[in-house]
């Protein structure tokens, strides 16, 4: 019995156990480094092995529901980023609206508040943008974008107030520019 116990069935277990043991511990070195098992692992080897990969499987749990969550929190970052160009892209089209604008907020410098929301908006990771837009649309941003940047090197650190930029040709074409983009973006 013990002949056979010694010679049979004990290798198998090891030819099992082994390489389950490496996984164990290559998974606690990738995935679980925080925690203190691997002097579990080392010191009760093969006995300590069913209850890691028990543990394996509740950090894979957790991940899977990690990442889902990450995917749902993402999504809706990449829509809100959208929602937010079109919106800065809609006021930049509309005189009317800046002007609204300009009455509401008194204090503030409406023109410069255009960039600067342009600016916040378009300036985000490039990952979301290119996620957010379909190559078309991508382009045409791009295009808005630098045309923005030509018109804020013009004016450096004084961009005039909304009446008088309005009727610059620099606000004409970006307003231009706006409208078509927004009509390709809808």
Same mark, same amino acid.
């Given at each position: 019995?013990?002949?056979?116990?010694?010679?049979?069935?004990?290798?198998?277990?090891?030819?099992?156990?082994?390489?389950?043991?490496?996984?164990?511990?290559?998974?606690?070195?990738?995935?679980?480094?925080?925690?203190?098992?691997?002097?579990?692992?080392?010191?009760?080897?093969?006995?300590?092995?069913?209850?890691? =990969?028990? +543990?394996?499987?509740?950090?894979?749990?957790?991940?899977? /529901?990690?990442?889902?969550? #990450?995917?749902?929190? %993402? &999504?809706?970052?990449?829509?809100?980023?959208?929602?937010?160009?079109?919106?800065?892209?809609?006021?930049?089209?509309?005189?009317?609206?800046?002007?609204?604008?300009?009455?509401?907020?008194?204090?503030?410098?409406?023109?410069?508040?255009?960039?600067?929301?342009?600016?916040?908006?378009?300036?985000?990771?490039?990952?979301?943008?290119?996620?957010?837009?379909?190559? =078309?649309? +991508?382009?045409?941003?791009?295009?808005?974008?630098?045309? /923005?940047?030509?018109?804020? #090197?013009?004016?450096? %650190? &004084?961009?005039?107030?909304?009446?008088?930029?309005?009727?610059?040709?620099?606000?004409?074409?970006?307003?231009?520019?706006?409208?078509?983009?927004?009509?390709?973006?809808?």
């Amino acid at each position: 019995m013990n002949d056979i116990l010694l010679h049979k069935v004990f290798p198998v277990l090891l030819s099992v156990g082994m390489p389950l043991w490496i996984y164990c511990i290559w998974f606690l070195n990738k995935y679980d480094k925080d925690s203190n098992r691997l002097m579990m692992l080392l010191v009760l080897n093969l006995y300590y092995v069913p209850f890691y =990969l028990f +543990r394996i499987r509740k950090i894979k749990r957790e991940q899977r /529901i990690r990442a889902l969550s #990450e995917d749902i929190y %993402d &999504r809706d970052f990449i829509n809100m980023s959208r929602a937010s160009i079109v919106d800065t892209l809609t006021l930049w089209s509309s005189k009317e609206e800046q002007l609204d604008f300009k009455s509401l907020e008194v204090d503030i410098s409406i023109s410069e508040e255009l960039f600067q929301q342009w600016d916040s908006v378009y300036r985000i990771d490039i990952r979301i943008i290119d996620e957010a837009f379909g190559e =078309l649309e +991508r382009e045409l941003l791009k295009t808005f974008d630098k045309t /923005i940047l030509i018109s804020r #090197e013009k004016y450096s %650190d &004084r961009v005039p107030d909304i009446n008088e930029f309005q009727n610059t040709n620099d606000w004409k074409v970006m307003n231009r520019l706006a409208k078509e983009i927004l009509k390709e973006i809808r």
